[in-house]
């Protein structure tokens, strides 16, 4: 027969249970650590490739502007050179676009449009 004092006594599944309870808790610790860690990552991937996104965007769009840009500056020049070439005959035109200033872009911007509208 075993006596009272045989195996564990109260005090020995204190310390077992508060032992397990710590290991519960360090468990679950690593747990959320590990989700949180997961989701930094998914987060700055994401914004990785939005900053990518908008950088080719932008790229894109600089691209764009700038072919407009000298496309403007391209039908400025031939008109020039039409004016010059064109205003031969008539000595009032070609004296007053030789007294011209030489423009600086954009000055002038608000009174010629830089498109035409009507098709002409």
Do not use: I
């Not at 991937?45 to 908008?54: D, G, R, S």
């Not at 894109?60 to 500056?73: G, H, T, V, Y």
């Not at 872009?105 to 449009?113: I, L, M, S, Y």
């Amino acid at each position: 027969m075993c006596g009272s004092s045989a195996g564990a006594g109260s005090g020995e599944f204190h310390v077992y249970r508060h032992l397990r309870r710590r290991e519960y808790q360090r468990q679950e610790c690593m747990d959320t650590m590990s989700e949180k860690q997961k989701m930094d990552k998914e987060y700055q991937e994401k914004l990785q490739k939005n900053n990518q996104a908008t950088a080719e965007k932008t790229a894109k769009r600089r691209k764009k502007r700038q072919k407009l840009k000298e496309k403007k500056l391209m039908a400025q020049k031939a008109k020039l050179e039409e004016g010059k070439d064109g205003d031969g005959d008539s000595g009032s035109n070609s004296a007053s676009s030789s007294d011209k200033v030489p423009r600086k872009e954009g000055d002038d911007d608000a009174e010629e449009p830089s498109f035409v509208m009507g098709g002409r």
